[in-house]
């Protein structure tokens, strides 16, 4: 089946360290998107990538850091700089064709939390 | 800067009534919106797509409009079910490739 998956489903993380969200689509879509979502909030743009080695900054870019080496792949860090991490950490992709934008597909989420 | 709204950011129904979320946009370039669904815990679920050179759109129980002289957008929900009981985001973008714009979200409670 086709589809995207972000794993871990939960991750926890020390004060001061770095982590790394995975984020895996076999959808051939050319475009990975991350946001992040607070209790009862909606959907914050972090990073997003159109193309292979090239990412742009979204709203909240400041203490996180993305890569995108292959078309599947669109790791996200949550670097020691971000000062609030936890939230729900959402990942999608999709394909664009002659410049239309079509609906994304997420994956099931990351739930990062501070301890 | 410009965003996508809401009027009400919750709306109980009972089961077996039709459900209207509604949604505001202030981005007049917008051309393409979208309406999500996510449940508790998930990723949110493609329900229903439109593009500005629509008035309304149907799918299977649900129904977008779009009213573009008062940037307006809704989704329709026939026969509310308990299933339906969710948050539903509205999202916008213009046509170019530029990452959608997501709203706060609406949450629908179904009452059995």
């Known amino acids: 089946d086709g589809g995207i998956t972000q794993s871990p489903k939960y991750l926890f993380r020390k004060e001061g360290q770095n982590v790394t969200l995975s984020c895996e689509q076999n959808?051939?879509?050319?475009?990975m998107y991350w946001y992040r979502q607070d209790p009862g909030q909606g959907l914050r743009l972090i990073y997003y990538?159109?193309?292979?080695?090239?990412?742009q900054k979204g709203d909240i870019a400041e203490g996180y850091s993305v890569s995108r080496e292959k078309k599947e792949s669109f790791p996200l860090t949550v670097t020691s700089a971000q000062k609030n991490p936890t939230a729900f950490y959402l990942c999608?992709?999709?394909?664009?064709?002659?410049?239309?934008?079509?609906?994304?597909?997420f994956g099931s989420g990351t739930r990062l939390t501070v301890v | 800067g410009e965003s996508v709204g809401l009027h009400l950011p919750t709306l109980s129904v009972q089961e077996g009534d039709n459900s209207i979320i509604n949604c505001a946009y202030s981005?007049?370039?917008?051309?393409?919106f979208i309406w999500y669904k996510q449940e508790s815990g998930k990723g949110p679920q493609f329900i229903i797509d439109?593009?500005?050179?629509?008035d309304k759109r149907q799918g299977q129980r649900v129904t977008v409009l779009l009213n573009k002289t008062v940037k307006h957008l809704s989704l329709q929900i026939a026969a509310t079910q308990p299933g339906d009981s969710a948050v539903y985001f509205c999202?916008?973008?213009?046509?170019?490739?530029?990452?959608?714009?997501f709203g706060k979200g609406t949450r629908l409670s179904v009452i059995a």
């Open positions: 439109i593009r500005s050179n629509m």
């Open positions: 959808l051939n879509h050319d475009a």
């Open positions: 981005n007049s370039a917008s051309d393409y």
């Open positions: 999608a992709s999709s394909n664009l064709r002659q410049g239309l934008n079509y609906g994304y597909t």
């Open positions: 990538s159109q193309i292979v080695n090239d990412f």
């Open positions: 999202a916008e973008t213009k046509s170019g490739n530029t990452p959608l714009v």
